[in-house]
């Protein structure tokens, strides 16, 4: 079973550049989340999904955009990518909301010079 | 918004040694939910806790929802290498998004 898949694993950028970072579920959650980790603050919520078509703002919205078109996938998108937006970057789902437990991909690593 | 204070942010303990971590929040929780973090993956989850005062084991890991609904604690008895890592608590809130909140983290190592 793949569960929660991200890519890529590893990205590089220059400040200004934009790209999008693909998250893909295969057990038909209905729930979505994109975190981000950094040293010592723990993991931070950027936005999620409570279904097809929909987004909302989580704790650190600002220079990410989210799109979630089919219900499998989860794409977080950063239009000119700032230093401050090094980080680890966790996708998440679940089979909905209330006290579901969140399962988590393995990460992508972004850093911007 | 909610937040929560995990501690310690370290350990470095012998193995064999039990380790025990906590979290606490000025705010209530509807559940309190311990994941672990191995290098280079995503967290994983270890334990889920879902009615105040509920003692749960999963092998030699034992968390507690606190009774006040504001803590929990994660015990790891009889250390081994693999327990390294990163602990994180988390918990829901009062929304209906499941939406998770963590802690700072605690990263473990264990000295063979």
């Known amino acids: 079973n793949a569960g929660v898949t991200q890519t890529p694993k590893f990205r590089v950028l220059k400040t200004g550049q934009s790209m999008t970072l693909l998250c893909a579920q295969d057990m038909n959650h209905e729930y979505m989340y994109w975190y981000r980790q950094d040293p010592g603050m723990g993991l931070r919520l950027i936005h999620y999904?409570?279904?097809?078509?929909?987004?909302a703002k989580g704790e650190v919205p600002d220079g990410y955009n989210v799109s979630r078109l089919k219900k499998q996938n989860f794409l977080l998108g950063l239009e000119s990518a700032a230093p401050s937006q090094t980080s680890v970057y966790f996708c998440?789902?679940?089979?909905?909301?209330?006290?579901?437990?969140?399962?988590f991909g393995n990460g992508t690593r972004l850093t911007v010079t | 918004g909610q937040q929560l204070n995990q501690s310690p942010q370290s350990m470095f303990i012998q193995e064999g040694e039990d380790v025990s971590m906590n979290c606490t929040s000025s705010s209530i929780f509807n559940t309190w939910l311990w994941y672990k973090q191995d290098p280079g993956e995503g967290p994983v989850l270890l334990i889920a806790?879902?009615?105040?005062?509920e003692l749960t084991s999963n092998g030699r890991l034992t968390a507690q929802f606190g009774i006040t609904r504001k803590d929990s604690f994660l015990n790891i008895s009889a250390s081994i290498p693999s327990d390294v890592g990163i602990y994180f608590c988390?918990?829901?809130?009062?929304?209906?998004?499941?939406?998770?909140?963590f802690g700072q983290g605690t990263t473990l190592q264990v000295k063979p």
């Open positions: 998440a789902s679940t089979i909905s909301g209330g006290d579901s437990p969140l399962h």
């Open positions: 999904s409570v279904g097809e078509g929909t987004t």
């Open positions: 988390a918990g829901h809130g009062s929304s209906n998004t499941g939406k998770l909140i």
């Open positions: 806790l879902y009615k105040a005062g």
